[in-house]
């Protein structure tokens, strides 16, 4: 297995430009991710409930109820 990719000469724009397309998308892959982790973590713990993720895509917090998840793991 390789332990490192090089980019062909002359492509390295191209590279960088590919970089920060995949790079933004799975930032907001995460942000989306974590949402749908809190209001999860939210009703199991605050209110004794289980919510599948495809329920939790429906739903929202609030401000008050997102400072109320814990982030220890």
């Known amino acids: ?35 749908l982790q809190c209001i999860i973590n939210y009703n199991r ?4 409930e289980v919510v599948t993720k495809q329920a939790a895509r429906t739903m929202m917090l609030t401000k008050e109820q997102y400072l109320q998840v814990s982030t220890k793991h």
């Open 1 to 35: 297995m390789q332990d490192f990719f090089r980019c062909a000469p002359g492509y390295e724009g191209r590279a960088e430009r590919v970089q920060d397309k995949v790079c933004r998308n799975r930032l907001s892959d995460l942000y989306h991710e974590t949402r």
């Open 45 to 48: 713990n605050a209110l004794g």
